[in-house]
């Protein structure tokens, strides 16, 4: 050993902002974020924080990401559909 002070890991999550003690992640991009470097989200009945990063690219809103579940959905219905439609016109022929 060199006699010098060695860094020991405390296990604590730091901000990829700042370097403080996060407080969570990031609603949209998942990265660690203390209660300085996020922003809050507005409305709806769950409050989420987003990265001032995401905040500034136009992240605030989680609605884009429902729109894709919610055509996913739609998708996976339209082929259900159309499987069951294949399905009587082969039994019944």
């Not at 060199?2 to 890991?9: I, N």
């Not at 959905?73 to 009587?88: D, P």
């Amino acid at each position: 050993m060199s006699g010098g002070l060695q860094h020991v890991s405390d296990d604590v999550t730091r901000c990829v902002h700042c370097g403080k003690p996060a407080a969570g992640p990031c609603a949209r991009c998942h990265k660690p974020v203390c209660g300085d470097c996020c922003t809050l989200t507005e409305g709806g009945e769950t409050i989420f924080a987003v990265c001032l990063e995401c905040d500034r690219t136009g992240g605030r809103s989680l609605t884009p990401g429902w729109r894709w579940i919610f055509r996913g959905f739609l998708i996976l219905l339209a082929m259900l559909a159309a499987f069951a439609l294949l399905s009587l016109t082969l039994l019944r022929s």
